[in-house]
Each structure stands twice: as C-alpha cells, then as structure tokens.
C-alpha cells in the first residue's frame, strides 16, 4: 500500500509522533510506503511531496512542530481539491491519505472521502474541542505550559501585590483555561461558554486581600468575553484568512480590574508559546497510539473515519460525525473549579 500523509491547521505538539508512528507501522508491519505532502492541503495541490522512511522519521519523537509543513486552509483551494480528489490519488498513486488536523483539516478530509478518495483522519488541537474524541494530543501539553506560567506568575504577583490576568488559548471552548487554571490555582477563570461579571472577579480579589492574601491570578480563555453591561471591551474581527484576530481580552481585563480595584494589575498572553516545543509524555503516546491505528484503519478499508479516544480505547469514528459540533466545557465542570477558587 501506498500511503499519504499531511498535517493542516494550527501545528500542535505531537504531530511528528503521529507521523513517526505512521511510518513504522506502515513500513515495518505491512511493508508499506509512505510519502508526506508538505504544507498541508497545499502540498496534495500543488504535487509537492517527500517519500517517508525509517530515517526521515528517527529523532522527531519530541520535536514539537511538524517536520512536515502546516498552512491554514484556504476553502476556495479546497474546493478544487475535492473535485479533483480520485485523479490526484491515481496521479501520486497513493491508496490512502492520512490527513492530521483539526476541525477545519477533518471537513477537508469528509469533503476528499466524499469525492472519491480514500481517507483516514487523526485529529488534532490543542484546544481539545473535537467532540467526538475525549481527548486530542496537544492538549496536555498546552494545559502544562499555561500550568507552569501560572505558578511562575503567583511569585512575581505576591512579590508585588498585584493582579496577574493570564489569557490562554480557547477560541470557542475554555477546556485549556479550566485545566489549566485548575491545576495552576487560579482565583478565578473565565471561559468562552459563559460570560463572566466583573463584578464578581472584583470581588473575589477583594475578599483576598481583606484576609490577608496580596495577590491574585485570573485565567482567561482568549475567545471568553464579559456579560453584557459588564465592561466596556472591543470584540475580535474576522481577518483576510477568515479567521476571528481576538483583540486581548486579557489585556482589557487587566485594564478595567487596575481601575475598579486601584491596585495594579498585569496582563500576560501566553499565546504560541502553548502550542510549541515539545510534547509532554501523554501527547506521545496519544499522537502515536492515532498513528498505529490510522494505518490499520487504512489496511482494513475503514476510510470516511477518523481515530478517536473513547475512555481508554481507541476508535474509528466517521468524519461526517466528527464536525458537527465542537466540544464545550460543561456547567459541572466549571463548578468543579470554582469550588477551589
Ligand atoms: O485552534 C488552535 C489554536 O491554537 C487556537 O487555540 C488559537 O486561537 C488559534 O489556533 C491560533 O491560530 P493561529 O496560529 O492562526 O494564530
């Protein structure tokens, strides 16, 4: 068999261990061949592609980023893809495309299965809002850079007595945010789910410092916003990509809580520096558990479907299923965090 493989979409750490894992399985357990399109759907478009061997892989565990090449899609691009879906197969030969990304990457691939070609997908962000996996690779690792910012920050805060307001990434789900802010002891953390009061955030420091404690850290999902007639702020614009540009909400926050509470308050994006570097030991074993099974996936003619984690198993599900709905945090669980804030 011959087998494509692309990574798409906002990179996330982990990506090269599924294409390493891809690689060996296919090469060592079926004696396949592997070829990598670069850049994403771009690569598959416009024919630019590298075979992958047991060598082009080897040392890529750990690297963050993906060896490979990501873009952003652009759909009108897409939409040509697709139509032309069977004849670049037939043209590069390939039996199977294993496309890794996120949302945007697995409509892509529905809309490449629906057009003739065979397809396996492994999702990835690290935003973990892909519903129909419990977890994506990426997301641990993101959940451990903002963890490790925030401890960083309650030093320099108490130090200082001032409000540290951390944004994390989250554009429509707070998963990193909640995660993060639980296991970094946030005070409080807003979410894109549910539009927080400033009033409340106000308050809570407030009753901190009235017992004695100087500082305070707030974790903020960069896609959360306040409640209506809460504060001011400026909403994100959509760019020339398509894609929302956030206006900081950390850093409108920042500003309005050094206001209403006269004391200083510093905002920190963490930004990108979520998504690189190396993947924690979890997001290995995920991003090549994906890999393992995508290829088998593939030797069975289980095309239209992606790999997905169940409890502690994995399994195929449909692309068609994947994308209809992005995973959001749950009341209960926000309920949960703010029990410790
Ligand atoms: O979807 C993953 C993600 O990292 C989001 O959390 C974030 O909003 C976005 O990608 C950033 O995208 P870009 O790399 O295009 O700035």
Excluded at 52 to 59: K, M, R
Excluded at 172 to 181: D, K, M, R, T, Y
Excluded at 206 to 222: L, N, S, T, Y
């Amino acid at each position: 068999m011959r087998i494509g493989v692309l990574t798409a979409g906002g990179d996330c750490p982990g990506l090269n261990a599924v294409i390493r894992s891809v690689v060996h399985r296919a090469m060592t357990g079926h004696g396949d061949e592997v070829i990598g399109f670069e850049d994403g759907f771009k690569g598959l478009l416009d024919g630019h592609f590298r075979p992958l061997d047991l060598n082009a892989v080897s040392g890529i565990l750990a690297r963050g980023g993906t060896i490979l090449g990501s873009a952003r899609l652009e759909r009108n691009r897409l939409r040509e893809a697709a139509e032309s879906a069977s004849e670049l197969a037939r043209q590069y030969g390939i039996d199977v495309l294993i496309p890794i990304g996120g949302e945007g990457t697995l409509t892509a691939a529905r809309m490449l299965s629906d057009a003739g070609m065979p397809v396996v997908g492994v999702p990835k962000t690290i935003d973990n809002d892909i519903s129909s996996t419990d977890r994506t690779f990426g997301f641990d690792t993101a959940v451990g850079v903002a963890t490790e910012a925030m401890d960083r920050l309650k030093t320099t805060a108490e130090s200082h007595q001032r409000v540290m307001v951390v944004e994390v990434m989250g554009r429509h789900a707070g998963w990193i945010a909640l995660e993060s802010g639980m296991a970094g002891g946030a005070h409080g953390i807003c979410l894109p789910e549910r539009p927080f009061e400033v009033d409340d955030l106000v308050k809570m420091v407030e009753e901190r410092f009235a017992r004695g404690k100087k500082f305070a850290v707030i974790c903020v999902a960069e896609g959360a916003h306040p409640a209506e007639g809460s504060m001011e702020y400026a909403k994100g614009e959509i760019d020339q990509f398509g894609h929302e540009r956030f206006q900081g909400i950390g850093t409108q926050l920042a500003v309005e809580l050094e206001r209403r509470l006269g004391k200083e308050a510093r905002p920190v994006i963490l930004g990108h520096v979520q998504r690189g570097g190396t993947p924690t030991a979890y997001d290995r074993v995920l991003a090549t558990r994906f890999g393992w099974h995508a290829v088998e996936a593939a030797h069975r003619g289980d095309f239209g479907r992606m790999t997905a984690l169940r409890g502690t198993h994995i399994e195929m599900v449909p692309l068609a299923e994947a994308v209809t709905q992005l995973k959001r945090v749950p009341a209960d669980r926000m309920r949960e965090a703010e029990s410790v804030f």
